[in-house]
C-alpha cells in the first residue's frame, strides 16, 4: 500500500531554518512527481515546490524563491524540502502529495486535484 508519511516540522523563529521528510512506502520514487503544498490558516492550499520523475524541479510559489529547496534521495526514497530564511508568513501545515507517473503525464503541474497520494501533515510555525 502506498503510503506518505511527514516529519520535520515545529517552531522555528524568523530567519531559522527547517528540513521537512517525506518517506514513501509501495512506490519507487523516480516513478513519481512529488509536490509539497501547505495551507495556511484560512487559506487555501497552495503548491510550493515540486520535483518530476525525471528530477526536474518546478516552483509553484515566488515567495520561496532563492530560501527553499527540494530534493530526492533515492536511496532512502523520499524527498525533502528544505527551508530557510524563514518567516511568519510561511507558518502553515505543509503537506506532501504524489502522483504516479502512470496517472499523469510525468512532468510537475496541476493543483491538488491531479494528486492521489497525499500525506498527514507537518506543522510548521514560525514565530518569535
Known amino acids: 500500500q502506498l503510503q506518505l508519511v511527514e516529519s520535520g516540522g515545529g517552531l522555528v523563529q524568523p530567519g531559522g531554518s527547517l528540513r521537512l521528510s517525506c518517506a514513501a512506502s509501495g512506490i519507487t520514487l523516480e516513478l513519481a512527481i512529488i509536490t509539497w503544498f501547505r495551507q495556511a490558516p484560512g487559506r487555501e492550499r497552495e503548491g510550493v515546490l515540486c520535483?518530476?520523475?525525471?528530477?526536474?524541479?518546478?516552483k509553484y510559489s515566488d515567495s520561496v524563491e532563492g530560501r527553499f529547496s527540494i530534493t530526492r534521495d533515492a536511496a532512502k526514497n523520499a524527498v525533502y524540502l528544505q527551508m530557510s530564511s524563514l518567516k511568519p508568513e510561511d507558518t502553515a501545515i505543509y503537506y506532501c502529495a504524489l502522483q504516479p507517473v502512470w496517472r499523469s503525464s510525468g512532468r510537475c503541474g496541476g493543483t491538488t486535484a491531479d494528486y492521489t497520494y497525499w500525506g498527514q501533515g507537518t506543522q510548521v510555525t514560525v514565530s518569535s
Open positions: 520535483i518530476s520523475s525525471t528530477g526536474g524541479v518546478t
